[in-house]
């Protein structure tokens, strides 16, 4: 069982940016796709951002153009870099692995969830 540690999380303001991290405690060259999902109070859980083995990347319409995703395999981690924060991405931001792309929108995902890193942002 991989575990998943996610960071870089914060209090900023609107319009702001912050850039997250997560690091798998095994190997994620197998992982095809590495995706990024955020869960905000009273609300569902959901898959903002991915990225696979072969390049692609997939963004939330919420997210797109101001999110961006990318993955180092030989250190196991992926990034999250959040640009233009809206107060409507405060939530906790997760990552985790799935087979593919559509595995991960149906929150197929291949471990349990790590803590998490909260996100808050303020008008």
């Known amino acids: 069982q991989v575990q998943l540690v996610e960071s870089g999380g914060g209090a900023v303001q609107a319009g702001g940016s912050l850039s997250l991290s997560c690091v798998a405690s095994?190997?994620?060259?197998?992982?095809?796709?590495m995706g990024w999902y955020r869960q905000a109070p009273g609300k569902q859980r959901e898959l903002v951002a991915a990225?696979?083995?072969?390049?692609?990347?997939m963004y939330a319409d919420s997210v797109k153009g101001r999110f961006t995703t990318f993955r180092d395999n030989a250190k196991r981690t992926v990034y999250l870099h959040m640009d233009a924060l809206k107060v409507e991405d405060t939530a906790v931001y997760y990552c985790?692995?799935?087979?593919?792309?559509?595995?991960?929108?149906?929150?197929?995902?291949?471990?349990?969830w790590g803590q998490g890193t909260q996100v808050t942002v303020s008008s």
């Open positions: 095994g190997s994620i060259f197998g992982i095809d796709a």
């Open positions: 985790n692995g799935a087979p593919d792309i559509i595995t991960a929108r149906a929150m197929g995902v291949l471990w349990y």
């Open positions: 990225t696979t083995n072969h390049g692609d990347t």
